[in-house]
DNA sequence: TGCTTGGTTGACCGAGCGGTCCACAACCGC
DNA sequence: GCGGTTGTGGACCGCTCGGTCAACCAAGCA
């Protein structure tokens, strides 16, 4: 069943959602539609089951990234730099589900918009807390608005995505993520 | 002929490339399958001619915005905060064009990939040169990183139309943008 | 061995896809 | 008014789409 979601994120996360066919779908699943669709309803549900999935994971990453034992600031650059290293590292698949889950789907299923709003709001709540932490440790500013910080970063991690498609120069993007993390206030 | 194209872009802006058929284009056209086919060749070809013509649009839209006397980093503020009310204001075409491009063609196209790339290039040119006559100006530090932020504040174009549809929240896309601003140094 | 059952399959459905093509109208110099 | 040319529209093509469904199969039980 797991590996069934990561497969369907997989080619999902690849192709977007429109362009997946569920003959795709079975294929990389390996199973017939019949199953598929007894297991999951319609390709909607599936995509948003696959979305769910890739935000947990994505998530999850970002917080264990956020909690390793590195200045805070650093943590945040070598975070954000990775975003990068792994779009310029893989050509077939560069972007990421929730930023093309944003833009494909949204506008037009409430279901995928209130899965995108959550993981903004989880990415921005993990920040938070590590900004948090940072404040309360010394290390950035007393004065630092946490919340405006966390929403920032937030975006910035979608913006990191855009632009590495667009403009897959690692020299620039790297100016980016620093001009980014130069705001942290010390 | 440009109403012809800016019917077609308006259409793709809404729906994608995908979710767009060639008889959705025809109806907001106006035109027979024949005739679009005789005038563009294939649907990707006109989706690339009316995705060169968004960023014309948008490109002069944010010259002009940029050459206003107004303090520079209001500009700058204002310019971001405009993005933000469109997406909001707009909820059937919240997104950009551009972005949709990016992540929906890019990977699988290496015409949209030239136009993406050729379009973030021309959006960073704007704010350089925005950026270097404010620091003549003694706007801003003498010691700015022009091109560093002129890249960073191309990127916070691209994160806004994200976090405009995924956390439509005035508010805090508000603070996001604030923060951006502050990262350009007096 | 025969029956039930839960899960699987892929042929099949109507609809719609991107793209082609040709009969036809609208305009041209004459 | 005319023949020639250009551009138009929509019927039509083969194909694939998302989704359904009846036949099938292996496992469990008596």
Redo the contacts with the bound molecule.
């Keep these: 069943m797991d590996e069934v979601l990561s497969a369907v994120m997989d080619l999902f996360w690849r192709q977007g959602y429109?362009a997946?066919?569920?003959?795709?779908l079975c294929t990389a699943a390996?199973?017939?539609?019949?199953?598929l669709?007894?297991?999951f309803g319609?390709?909607?549900e599936l995509y948003e089951r696959a979305l769910r999935h890739y935000v947990k994971l994505t998530t999850h990453d970002l917080q264990a990234q956020l909690l390793r034992r590195v200045p805070f600031r650093q943590a945040v650059r070598d975070l954000l730099l990775d975003r990068v290293a792994q779009s310029l590292g893989a050509p077939e698949r560069p972007g990421c589900l929730l930023v093309s889950a944003v833009v494909e789907r949204v506008p037009h299923d409430t279901g995928a918009a209130r899965i995108a709003r959550d993981a903004m709001e989880a990415l921005k709540g993990a920040f938070a807390a590590a900004l948090h932490a940072a404040r309360a440790a010394g290390e950035i500013s007393a004065d630092a608005d946490v919340d405006a910080l966390a929403g920032f970063l937030t975006a910035m991690v979608q913006a990191l995505r855009v632009m590495s498609i667009s403009m897959p120069d690692e020299k620039q993007l790297e100016a980016i993520v620093d001009t980014a993390v130069s705001v942290i206030p010390e």
Tied chains: 1, 2.
């Design positions: 429109e997946t066919s569920v003959q795709d390996g199973l017939g539609k019949g199953s669709y007894a297991a319609s390709k909607q």
